[in-house]
């Protein structure tokens, strides 16, 4: 096939999927072959335009006339790729977890959890191959309305509230900040396709571009940058598996994946450095690295302080975005796969002891890792990718940002980077610390009523973990390739 | 442009303003029928008194005669003054209804019998 | 390819249908004849429509009396397409009508009831169609009477005091209207609006004319709504009968703003008149104030059908800005979103007559839950309130588009942030309905009624997969918009 042929599949194939699981509703078994078939098939598609991309071809299509002289279009970049090679290849393996999570649960409505959840990937390759501003705000807006049923799946008090900031926040910033912002981009440079080397060079006064960028940056607010970071703990009433590929992967990537694709096709590399109306967003981003690990620190609930160092993380990428040079951007590209292997695997493991123990505080979780050693070895490795140390693919986009802040010689930004790496540290080691080492508490109430009665999660739930865990070493021996694949992003 | 030349114009706006006048200041829901009826009556005035020319007769063929009224805003007028019926019909119909439904056809009563139901 | 007869048919076929409605004195035949003379004049006008789209205008001299001397009916690109709206929701509307209003008009009124909505059909489709400004207050007025006496028919005794109230401010409005048409006549001496549109851009120095636009402005201001002369209309949407509600919703008012783009660009020449008398000001102000002040006041509502009222003004308030924007995107902008928001109105105000049928209010606190009993209909309030807030792949999300990039154009850059400011309150009621909707679960007495009837849903869901098929590609209807926008401004046809 060729590679416009699968791009567009890369869209249609999920909403395929998403109708075919509603139809295999009545029967589970059927329902969840369909989730993993197409999750397979869809890897298969982007692995296909992959290599069309690795040979060099960038493929485009127009789809539909959409607006008078602005058209629903597709496009392929090593960047897109990278963002859809990580959605779709974490989306098998989340199918998976989710069938042991959903199963061992007992979670309710899951057709429909199922069929949006295929829904959302559609959406989230739609932003990635978007091959304009106004298609990538197309599918970054059917991403926060197919994820919200997801966010809200509880149906609970809780969960209703969770989904309304989580929806509310989102919609409003998009339409607030972002809309207006494309549309002062159309404005100003008469398109809104992403070219290299951006667009708006040379369209529009230096004070027009920051507050065109200020729009944008914030009001991207999947990227979670503070303050409009407030959606993302609210999103954590999300059954695990939600919270893991939507919230650690596919909406918080669409959203620093956004930033990255503006700041290198809509205002370039060059126009950002030349005029620096992005060095204020650095600060900006610096401080959310910080405060986002701080507020991590103090949570005792393990979502909501893996929800904070999302945050914290996300900002890294938004950082090298900003910072606007080489080492930057590919640096921040890396963390959106580097990061999205530790923090699923983070997640999944909180699911997983969720499922075993239906414990949810840290402080609760004394001695855990001696009933569950194989989450809690994961665990342990993932939080090495975070923290970025070796053998851990983390250590490599940190390393690459670092060099970014040090290349512009903004040594304070340095400074700010290495803290929140010991800020990690802090909040992330103790939770397996905790569970190897300290004794357990006595007569805590576990699944049967004992301690003792805690043992490792289902197969379903564990081998999905250890999976994305092994990705984590992996990508420490194969960042080579992809920082030779994302090199053309910036030559 | 001495006074009488332009009287009917000035006629047309009194009887505007009075018939606004009761539109807005009377409570009383047929008053307000009647006073929608005068404002309707004003633009008629206007519109006639518009098409005539000094000195003119009426627009039918005749010898001797010249200068015509013009007899176009007349004929659109006699549309005008049929709408105004229907609208009189209409408006008396549905006070009758407002009788029967809330027992009076004074604004502030019927207001206040509305706000109990709410 | 169409016959000569062809932009009177969708007249004349209803206005012979009303006083047939009446001798047949039965609700079912009524409403099958309503029910094909729309079905019927919906077809008409789709063919018209494409006639004139790709022959240019069409014009029929009545009686066979020849312009300027008799009554012209023209038909250009945009009365065609608003004949089209009114025509559409007119049908579907009829498809939607039966039950409901078996349900909420009394059985001896039933056939008076097709009379009414006959007649009113008949003005809404005159005022497209005809080329004399006088002949445009003879339609207007033929619709609102009908629908004075519509309104009334509804269950509420409060129908009653409404439709007395849109009755005062109606007539008033259509009085300024003629008095307008009056002082016109009485500088140019003629009552065509083609043979007025030659004439007026050249006089736009005399007074009277000046006072003409005034008083033709404010008229039509209060027949669409246009805040502050907006106060007839929420309790004459929230008391008369659904089917009422859905039709006048979506209709009525876009008719008017119709009546208002002839005026202020046709006859007025648009610009031209503008730089003497800056009416798009005027407009731009009361639109953004209606936008606003509609939409804040409908974030507090509880009753489902005030909601939309209220929404409906603030919507009016979109229309009315792109009017005054003055320039090709707002122009466009506005044109899309005549039709947008009639499809929109008449989604969610059948859905909620589908609500009322089956749960019997149309309070916030009563409907919870309906999402579980009612699926579909609460698929199509969602489609809806999608496009109300502008979301991307609605017809809503094109309009705002244009509006911004209009209003970006004239470098006005606070009524960008007004726009915005106006979508996130869409935002946050239609988020109110939805919730109800969705994330409550349903009372016992929700839970226990059924999905609404196949004719009603038939219609809304016809409606609703329409929309979303126009807006998929919605460079059908955007370019067609911007041309026609153009066309209205004088620069090329």
């Not at chain 1, 301690?451 to 994305?468: F, K």
């Not at chain 3, 009396?65 to 038909?75: A, K, T």
Request: aromatic fraction near 10%; proline fraction near 4%; glycine fraction near 8%.
């Amino acid at each position: 096939m060729t590679p416009v042929a699968l791009m567009e599949l890369a869209v249609v194939l999920p909403l395929v999927g998403a109708i075919l699981i509603a139809a295999a509703g009545r029967n589970p078994n059927l329902r969840e072959a369909v989730t993993l078939l197409t999750a397979v098939l869809l890897l298969a598609v982007v692995v296909g335009i992959v290599s069309a991309v690795l040979e060099g071809e960038r493929p485009e299509v127009a789809l539909i006339g959409f607006l008078p002289g602005v058209t629903i279009a597709l496009s392929a970049e090593p960047l897109a790729c990278v963002f859809a090679v990580v959605a779709s290849l974490l989306w098998i393996v989340t199918s998976v977890y989710s069938i042991g999570y959903m199963r061992a649960h007992h979670e309710e409505n899951q057709t429909r959890f199922y069929a949006f959840f295929a829904i959302a990937i559609a959406a989230a390759m739609g932003v990635a191959f978007s091959a304009n501003l106004v298609t990538l705000f197309v599918f970054y807006e059917a991403l926060t309305l197919s994820t919200f049923p997801l966010v809200g799946h509880a149906g609970t008090a809780e969960a209703r509230n969770g989904a309304r900031t989580y929806a509310g926040l989102l919609l409003a910033a998009s339409f607030a900040l972002m809309l207006p912002a494309i549309i002062a981009t159309n404005q100003a440079a008469g398109t809104v396709t992403f070219a290299p080397g951006g667009i708006l060079a040379g369209n529009i006064s230096d004070s027009g571009a920051a507050i065109i960028l200020a729009l944008f940056v914030f009001g991207i607010a999947k990227a979670a940058l503070m303050p409009l970071h407030r959606w993302l703990p609210a999103a954590m009433v999300a059954p695990t598996p939600v919270s893991a590929l939507l919230h650690a992967v596919a909406v918080v990537k669409a959203g620093v994946f956004c930033i990255l694709k503006v700041t290198l096709y809509i205002f370039g590399l060059d126009f950002l450095g030349d005029t620096g109306i992005s060095v204020w967003l650095t600060y900006v981003a610096a401080a959310t690295i910080l405060i986002g690990s701080l507020i991590a620190l103090t949570k005792d609930n393990l979502k909501a302080r893996l929800a904070y160092s999302t945050v914290s993380q996300l900002s890294y990428i938004v950082l090298g975005a900003m910072l606007a040079t080489g080492a930057g951007i590919i640096g921040g590209a890396m963390h959106i796969a580097m990061h999205a292997f530790g923090k699923i695997t983070l997640f999944f493991c909180a699911g997983a002891i969720l499922v075993a123990s239906h414990k949810t505080e840290i402080s609760d979780m004394h001695g855990l890792g001696r009933r569950m050693p194989f989450t809690f070895a994961a665990f342990l490795l993932a939080s090495l990718s975070i923290i970025g140390l070796p053998p851990t693919g983390g250590s490599w986009s940190k390393w690459m940002l670092m060099l970014a802040t040090a290349d512009t010689g903004q040594l304070l930004l340095m400074g700010a980077l290495m803290l929140s790496s010991l800020l990690s540290i802090a909040y992330l080691l103790p939770v397996a610390v905790v569970g190897f080492m300290a004794p357990a508490k006595s007569g805590d109430p576990g699944h049967d009523g004992t301690a003792a009665g805690i043992r490792e999660a289902p197969l379903l739930c564990v081998a999905p973990l250890w999976l994305t865990a092994i990705g984590t070493l992996a990508l420490f021996f194969f960042a080579e390739p992809i920082f030779a694949f994302l090199e053309p992003l910036v030559k | 442009m001495d006074f009488p030349g332009l009287f009917n114009y000035w006629i047309v706006i009194a009887l505007m303003m009075i018939g606004f006048y009761i539109v807005i200041s009377q409570g009383n829901l047929v008053k307000k029928i009647f006073g929608l009826n005068i404002f309707q009556v004003s633009v008629f005035v206007f519109y006639i008194s518009m098409g005539k020319v000094e000195g003119g007769t009426a627009p039918i063929l005749a010898p001797g005669f010249a200068t015509y009224t013009n007899p176009i805003p007349s004929v659109l007028i006699l549309t005008a003054i049929v709408v105004g019926v229907a609208t009189m019909a209409v408006g008396l119909a549905l006070v009758v209804r407002i009788r029967d439904a809330f027992g009076s056809i004074e604004d502030d009563e019927i207001a206040k019998l509305e706000g109990d139901v709410t | 390819m169409i016959s000569v007869h062809q932009p009177i048919l969708q007249i004349v076929l209803p206005l012979m249908a009303a006083p047939i409605c009446v001798i047949l004195r039965n609700a079912f035949a009524g409403w099958l004849l309503a029910l094909l003379v729309t079905g019927g004049a919906f077809v008409a006008s789709l063919i018209l429509l494409v006639h004139v789209v790709n022959e240019g205008p069409v014009s029929y001299a009545i009686g066979g009396w020849p312009p300027p001397w008799g009554i012209e009916y023209r038909v250009d690109g945009l009365s065609a397409f608003v004949l089209v709206t009114v025509a559409a929701i007119g049908f579907l509307s009829m498809i939607f009508a039966r039950r409901s209003v078996e349900a909420e008009v009394a059985a001896d009124r039933g056939y008076l009831f097709y009379t009414m909505y006959l007649l009113c059909f008949t003005g809404l489709m005159g005022i497209p169609v005809t080329g004399d400004a006088f002949n445009l207050f003879v339609f207007l007025e033929i619709s609102s009477l009908s629908s004075y006496v519509l309104i009334s028919l509804g269950t509420d005794r409060r129908a009653l005091t409404a439709a007395f109230r849109y009755l005062i401010m109606g007539t008033l409005g259509a009085t300024f209207y003629v008095l307008g048409i009056g002082l016109l006549y009485m500088v140019t001496g003629t009552l065509n609006i083609a043979d007025l549109a030659a004439r007026v851009p050249e006089m736009t120095h005399i007074r009277t004319v000046q006072m003409a636009l005034a008083f033709l402005t404010v008229g039509l201001g209060l027949k669409l709504a246009l805040f502050p002369l907006h106060l007839w209309l929420p309790n004459a949407y929230a008391f008369a009968p659904t089917v009422v509600t859905v039709f006048l919703a979506a209709t009525a008012t876009k008719v008017a703003v119709y009546a208002l783009i002839r005026i202020a660009y046709t006859m007025f020449g648009g610009p031209t008149m503008f730089a003497v008398m800056p009416i798009d000001e005027v407009l731009v102000g009361f639109g953004l104030l209606s936008m606003i002040v509609g939409a804040l006041a409908a974030v507090w509502q509880t009753n489902v059908k005030r909601l939309l009222a209220f929404s409906s003004i603030s919507q009016i308030g979109y229309m009315v800005l792109g009017l005054g924007l003055a320039d090709v995107t707002g122009l466009a902008g506005a044109v899309v979103h005549i039709f947008n928001h009639a499809m929109i109105k008449a989604i969610l105000f059948m859905a909620v007559g589908c609500i009322i049928f089956r749960i019997g209010s149309a309070d916030l606190r009563d409907i919870r839950g309906f999402a579980k009993p009612m699926p579909i209909t609460a698929a199509c309030v969602v489609v809806g309130g999608l496009s109300l807030v502008g979301a991307p792949l609605t017809l809503g999300f094109i309009t705002k588009w244009l509006l911004l990039q209009g209003a970006l154009d004239r470098n006005w850059w606070w009524v960008a942030v007004v726009i915005v400011a106006a979508s996130l309150l869409a935002l946050v009621y239609v988020w109110r309905l939805i919730a109800a909707a969705y994330l409550h679960p349903p009372s016992e007495r929700v839970a226990a009624v059924r999905e609404a009837p196949a004719p009603m849903l038939l219609a809304l869901v016809a409606l609703t997969v329409a929309t979303v098929v126009i807006a998929i590609d919605g460079s059908l209807i955007g370019d067609f918009a911007v041309v026609t926008a153009k066309q209205l401004l004088g620069s090329g046809e």
